[in-house]
């Protein structure tokens, strides 16, 4: 069965701190996409990164850095030097590539809130 | 571009009534789109994928008669809620995905229901 996890409930943190939100996924696939997405308190869902479950190479976006290791099959959302604007929930979700369908599975999302 | 517009943002509406909400692909065709629903503090859940000029494909435990799906063209899909109930009341929000492939998909701005 596919499963998300993202065990950190609430985050807080200080204005230029890092933090890494934790994700970690199951799936039976061998074919699969990731992927994270922000909720800001408006509601509207943010596209944030997708990723194959063929390509292992870290991204980095800005202050926004990915960690995909299919070894722990985790997922990782790291923030350098946050900022207040980051507050949000962040979800992580699967998709599995079989049957042609794109069936987003997500995990219980990570509040974080960003202190100035 | 790859802008959904989801209409209406907010409904306030007496118990027994019918509401309908409106999700559109702006800048581009979708042949599916999906319907998710968010109680307060949790997470998405899918509810049903919509397939243009098809029936819909609903989740376990959702009810097709009292969540209508009508996909009529590509770049429309509306979900109707009839017969409303407070327990109905949650965060609908739809996405949508760009042509074929595994495109990943965008989410409208959610809309707020809330039953009397």
């Known amino acids: 069965a596919q499963k998300v996890t993202q065990a950190q409930t609430e985050i807080s943190v200080v204005e230029k701190e890092d933090v890494t939100l934790d994700c970690v996924y199951e799936?039976?696939?061998?074919?699969?996409?990731l992927f994270w997405y922000k909720q800001p308190p408006s509601g509207e869902l943010v596209f944030l990164i997708r990723r194959n479950s063929f390509d292992e190479q870290n991204e980095i976006s800005g202050r926004y850095s990915w960690n995909f290791q299919k070894s722990t099959s985790s997922f990782n959302f790291t923030i350098t030097a946050s900022q207040v604007v980051d507050s949000a929930v962040y979800f992580c979700?699967?998709?599995?590539?079989?049957?042609?369908?794109?069936?987003?599975?997500f995990g219980t999302g990570t509040r974080l809130q960003v202190f100035p | 571009g790859a802008v959904v517009s989801q209409h209406p943002s907010w409904v306030i509406c007496k118990s027994g009534t019918s509401v309908k909400i409106e999700c559109r692909s702006l800048d581009f065709q979708a042949t599916t789109m999906f319907w998710y629903r968010q109680f307060p503090k949790q997470s998405l859940m899918l509810m049903a994928t919509s397939n243009e000029g098809s029936k819909a494909t609903y989740e376990q435990g959702v009810e097709k008669d009292k969540f209508l799906i009508n996909h009529a063209s590509l770049t429309l899909s509306t979900l109707t809620v009839t017969s409303a109930h407070p327990e109905d009341s949650s965060f609908y929000i739809c996405?949508?995905?760009?042509?074929?492939?595994?495109?990943?998909?965008?989410f409208g701005d959610g809309t707020r229901l809330s039953i009397l």
């Open positions: 996405s949508a995905r760009p042509g074929q492939g595994y495109q990943p998909q965008h």
């Open positions: 799936t039976r696939d061998t074919t699969y996409y």
């Open positions: 979700a699967l998709s599995e590539a079989r049957h042609n369908t794109d069936k987003l599975i």
